[in-house]
Nanobody
Framework: QVQLVESGGGLVQAGESLRLSCAAS????????MAWYRQAPGRQRELVAL???????NYADSVKGRFTISRNNAKNTVYLQMKSLKPEDTAVYYC?????WGQGTLVTVSS
């Protein structure tokens, strides 16, 4: 059974950076696409970034040029490097692999 554990969230000021990590266990990590979603208060969960098993990436328009998704198959870990953070990036960020979700990590960006 696959389990996903996120870490790296916190409180930062606008313009600063954070890196989120998601450690996967219980499956064959390298075979699967991985994604980061986020959900802000009162809003639907939205896709932020995705990386395929082959390393191809896709981003929401709102984060293009600021966020970078990457993966380390040797460590069964996917990362989300977030730069130039904005208050509107404030949300709970979730790691996703297919039908499996992590517990989420809160990112708060103050203005």
């Amino acid at each position: 059974q696959v389990q996903l554990v996120e870490s790296g969230g916190g409180l930062v000021q606008a313009g600063e950076s954070l890196r989120l990590s998601c450690a996967a266990s219980g499956g064959i990590f390298s075979f699967n696409a991985m994604a980061w979603y986020r959900q802000a208060p009162g809003r639907q969960r939205e896709l932020v970034a995705l990386i395929t098993s082959g390393g191809n990436t896709n981003y929401a328009d709102s984060v293009k040029g600021r966020f970078t998704i990457s993966r380390n198959n040797a460590k069964n870990t996917v990362y989300l490097q977030m730069k130039s953070l904005k208050p509107e990036d404030t949300a709970v960020y979730y790691c996703n692999q297919g039908a499996v979700w992590g517990q989420g990590t809160l990112v708060t960006v103050s203005s």
